[in-house]
């Protein structure tokens, strides 16, 4: 399952993206930290409530989509700010920080349900998620 080592990995920085936050770039921290959050709650949520090969299929490319988007503005923003890298988390985004450690742990039992409506097809888009995502 390499796959979600990717999106673990994923998680982990956008957690790292957040340590040392100080009064510049917070608030393009907070923006990140908590589309991050939603994106991973999405994905959990719509594999776990999955009722067909198609719903799979459709969370697996909204996740894509959203990945291609937020990626990209983590980069900048850890080079626009690298001493977000270091220190503590500020008190107002350990609320989002947690949603996403929630979240995240939820990603295992997630992915086995999806297994029961593993077909070509979901196989295809679980491809190109991670075809997208080591472009990034």
Same mark, same amino acid.
């Given at each position: 399952?390499?796959?979600?080592?990717? !999106?673990?990995?994923? %998680?982990?920085?956008?957690?790292?993206? %957040?340590? &040392?936050?100080?009064?510049? &770039?917070?608030?393009?921290?907070?923006?990140?930290?908590?589309?991050?959050?939603?994106?991973?709650? $999405?994905?959990?949520? &719509?594999? %776990?409530?999955?009722?067909?090969?198609? $719903?799979?299929?459709?969370? !697996?490319?909204?996740?894509?989509?959203?990945?291609?988007?937020?990626?990209?503005? #983590?980069?900048?923003? #850890?080079?626009? /700010?690298?001493? /977000? @890298?270091?220190?503590?988390?500020?008190?107002?985004?350990?609320?989002?920080?947690?949603?996403?450690?929630?979240?995240?742990?939820?990603?295992?039992?997630?992915?086995?349900?999806?297994? #029961? /409506? @593993? $077909?070509?097809? %979901?196989?295809?888009?679980?491809?190109?998620? &991670?075809?997208?995502?080591?472009?990034?």
């Amino acid at each position: 399952m390499p796959r979600i080592y990717r !999106i673990l990995i994923t %998680v982990l920085l956008s957690i790292c993206l %957040v340590y &040392g936050c100080s009064s510049d &770039g917070s608030s393009e921290a907070k923006s990140i930290i908590k589309n991050q959050a939603k994106m991973i709650e $999405d994905y959990v949520s &719509g594999l %776990v409530s999955a009722k067909s090969a198609d $719903d799979v299929i459709n969370t !697996i490319e909204n996740y894509t989509k959203s990945m291609k988007k937020l990626i990209p503005r #983590q980069k900048e923003f #850890q080079k626009k /700010y690298p001493e /977000y @890298m270091k220190g503590k988390i500020p008190e107002e985004m350990k609320a989002d920080i947690k949603r996403i450690q929630t979240a995240s742990g939820k990603i295992p039992e997630a992915m086995m349900k999806m297994s #029961q /409506y @593993m $077909d070509s097809r %979901v196989q295809a888009a679980m491809a190109q998620m &991670g075809e997208e995502m080591n472009k990034l």
